[in-house]
């Protein structure tokens, strides 16, 4: 029976994380961009980490994935920018019920 010597530190230390991918941020250079515009650019980029997910999680079903890491982070990210979506679309409800509420 062979023992492994010591587990060096590149061994087992995990990649940083990027930030945000880049259809997922918002251009705030043009001016004069209504709020449609950037919630359609928003909503433009859920759209796109859904499906970077769904076509990860395909090829990895079907064997052709090779770093299945990649694909967790991806579903992950996705599943994230949906729960955020989420709330955002709640407090959005809120706002609206609570103005609507408001006695004049």
């Given at each position: 029976?062979?023992?492994?010597?010591?587990?060096?530190?590149?061994?087992?230390?995990?990649?940083?994380?990027?930030?945000?991918?880049?259809e997922?941020?918002?251009?705030?250079?043009?001016?004069?961009?209504?709020?449609?515009?950037?919630?359609?650019?928003?909503?433009a980029?859920?759209?796109a980490?859904?499906?970077?997910?769904?076509?990860q999680?395909?090829?990895?079903?079907?064997g052709?994935?090779?770093?299945?890491?990649?694909?967790?982070?991806a579903?992950?990210?996705a599943?994230?920018?949906?729960q955020?979506?989420?709330?955002?679309?709640?407090?959005?409800?809120?706002?609206?019920?609570?103005?609507?509420?408001?006695?004049?």
């Amino acid at each position: 029976m062979s023992v492994p010597g010591p587990i060096q530190a590149s061994e087992w230390s995990i990649p940083a994380i990027g930030g945000l991918g880049p259809e997922a941020r918002l251009d705030t250079s043009a001016p004069n961009q209504g709020f449609a515009s950037a919630l359609e650019r928003a909503l433009a980029g859920l759209d796109a980490s859904q499906q970077r997910a769904s076509e990860q999680a395909a090829a990895l079903a079907a064997g052709e994935a090779q770093d299945p890491t990649a694909v967790v982070l991806a579903v992950e990210r996705a599943q994230l920018a949906m729960q955020l979506a989420n709330q955002v679309r709640n407090k959005a409800v809120e706002a609206y019920q609570e103005i609507f509420r408001t006695q004049v």
